[in-house]
């Protein structure tokens, strides 16, 4: 098997399992007793905090933790939502092809009185930095862009729209699921007030992330009921989640320049071989992505098809984002840089990591090319593109 869905989710890592097992064992008391093993606890909630904010440049007073990146997001918007509202300012800026966790969020909002700009993407899958400070108003309490696109792995100018709102003295979150152990991301240098991140996508378990909330920001309750997280996430704490996340994360930000060099290497392979396949394009900006982002169109095949038999190869993929996977609706993502219905319609996300090899690459690309030529065999539209009834556009 080859696994190839690392944006999806990855396979926890030794050190993030064996830590999570021991916490289990031996520090199964509950943090916020006064007794020893309860002290026990609080100190490896602790500690955990500290090295999660060692690895992003973070003051340990501005970690709070989460189910996962979607509740973090959440409490980020509506926290500087609510800010904003105390101020009379209502506008908030992000753009076309942000996570759901997002633009669901942002939808919420706008039935509470709130105004939404939410900007174009190119087609390179970029946002400009320019357009950003074109869009804040006076009224303007917020902008959310996210580090790396979840579909396409774009990188966002982010260290460059941080510092256009913090000189307009705008709050600035970003959507760091993809990003976080993948990218060095300083939040100081970054300009970020707000960042958001989820354990599985670095080696670490699900259900348990973090949000970064600078100092000075007043964070809005979304789960009431306790005083944990310092009064703003109730709730008994995850602690050998947390612990085994901050174990990934380390292990992860400490391996980063040589992983993301192996994994940029095996990437471009994988870009150049796919690319050889007629008429396919390459999703979003072939330098400013991801290490480990590869996603692809095809004209006249669907991407479900193709993920299916990819599977039956033994070769795990995605058509886009996990969270979406079983709809028919073609990504938004696709649609937001450009891309035509027919077109999103036969889309390929491979997403890999520093497990794999050349050899593996390889046997993906060969795998993809034969299962994408064998499925335009009998697809009647590939037929009306070779015939000219209808023009390619890829």
């Known amino acids: 098997m080859i696994y190839a869905d690392n944006a999806a989710t990855t396979r926890m890592s030794e050190a993030a399992i064996n830590t999570m097992v021991s916490v289990m064992k031996e520090t199964y008391g509950n943090p916020s007793s006064l007794y020893s093993i309860g002290q026990r606890a609080k100190e490896v909630l602790e500690q955990s905090r500290e090295d999660i904010a060692g690895v992003i440049n973070a003051d340990v007073r501005e970690i709070y933790f989460t189910s996962g990146g979607s509740e973090a997001d959440n409490q980020a918007i509506r926290s500087a939502a609510e800010i904003g509202r105390k101020k009379g300012k209502l506008h908030i800026i992000s753009s076309a092809f942000e996570h759901h966790a997002v633009l669901h969020t942002l939808e919420k909002l706008k039935k509470e009185g709130f105004e939404v700009t939410l900007l174009d993407v190119h087609s390179d899958g970029l946002i400009r930095p320019e357009e950003v400070r074109n869009a804040i108003r006076e009224d303007t309490c917020l902008v959310t862009i996210m580090y790396a696109n979840n579909e396409i792995g774009t990188i966002q100018p982010i260290r460059e729209i941080g510092a256009i709102c913090r000189e307009k003295n705008v709050l600035f979150h970003t959507d760091a699921v ?96 796919i690319s050889k396949i007629p008429h396919c394009a390459l999703n979003g900006d072939p330098v400013h992505r991801l290490p480990g982002n590869v996603s692809f169109c095809f004209e006249g095949i669907e991407g479900e098809s193709l993920l299916l038999l990819l599977d039956d190869r033994g070769i795990q993929a995605s058509s886009g984002s996990a969270c979406t996977s079983g709809s028919l609706d073609p990504s938004h993502v696709l649609l937001a840089i450009g891309r035509v219905h027919d077109v999103a319609h036969g889309s390929l996300r491979l997403t890999i990591d520093e497990s794999l090899t050349e050899s593996d690459i390889d046997e993906i690309v060969k795998n993809v090319a034969e299962v994408v030529n064998y499925l335009r065999g009998f697809s009647p539209i590939w037929r009306d593109l070779v015939s000219g009834k209808k023009q390619f556009i890829l």
Do not use: C, W
């Open 178 to 273: 993809q990003a976080v152990a993948h990218l060095p991301i300083d939040v100081k240098a970054d300009n970020i007030d707000l960042l958001s991140a989820s354990a599985h996508k670095f080696h670490g378990p699900k259900g348990v992330g973090f949000l970064y909330a600078r100092k000075g920001i007043l964070l809005s309750n979304i789960i009431e009921g306790g005083a944990q997280e310092r009064g703003k996430r109730a709730g008994t704490e995850n602690v050998p989640g947390i612990a085994a996340m901050a174990a990934a994360l380390k292990e992860a930000a400490e391996k980063l320049p040589e992983n993301a060099a192996y994994i940029t290497r095996l990437r471009d392979r994988l870009i150049d071989g």
